[in-house]
């Protein structure tokens, strides 16, 4: 029971114990689940991923390797089939979430909940609709990360945040 709650292991009922897909990170670290005021939560991880998601980019295409470059990309591509009738939060997750590994940094895929906690919250504020402008700053950010362009990659971060918060704000 002390490993589970760690999250090393996952037990399963009447399956067994298995060793936990990401062993040490739990999903909701913060306990954010937990905050009623889901309008303010909103916007102050908004602001935390402006704080650190324009530098994870950067560093994310500085060392990224092909392999990592290619999945974010890929997960544009996948988001770009999803349309606006689906929906595209797990696939928005991981698009975060590649940016994030393909910094080589250790301390970063531990910060990736807080960043992935926003999501969905984001999605759920702005009534679960796909915008073009979405699809739009993730390709700005592939292709940054693809060209190993670091400046570029932060500057593509910060107006994807910048449009979030528009949208975030235009919803209240």
Do not use: W
């Not at 999501?119 to 592939?142: D, Y």
């Amino acid at each position: 029971k002390l490993l589970a709650s760690r999250n090393i292991v996952t037990i399963k009922q009447g399956s067994g114990t298995y060793v936990a897909s990401s062993p040490g990170i739990v999903d909701d670290p913060f306990g954010f689940t937990f905050i009623s005021d889901k309008k303010k939560l909103v916007q102050d991880l908004l602001e935390i991923r402006f704080l650190l998601e324009p530098s994870i980019a950067a560093m994310s295409a500085t060392y990224a390797d092909k392999n990592e470059s290619a999945k974010s990309t890929d997960y544009v591509m996948k988001l770009k089939a999803y349309g606006a009738k689906k929906d595209h939060t797990q696939k928005d997750i991981e698009f975060h979430t590649a940016i994030a590994m393909g910094s080589k940094n250790l301390v970063i895929p531990r910060l990736i909940p807080i960043i992935n906690s926003s999501i969905p919250l984001f999605v759920e504020t702005t009534s679960n609709i796909l915008k073009t402008e979405t699809i739009e700053t993730h390709r700005e950010i592939a292709e940054a990360i693809a060209e190993h362009n670091a400046v570029r990659a932060q500057d593509a971060m910060y107006m994807h945040l910048m449009y979030n918060k528009r949208c975030i704000n235009s919803s209240k």
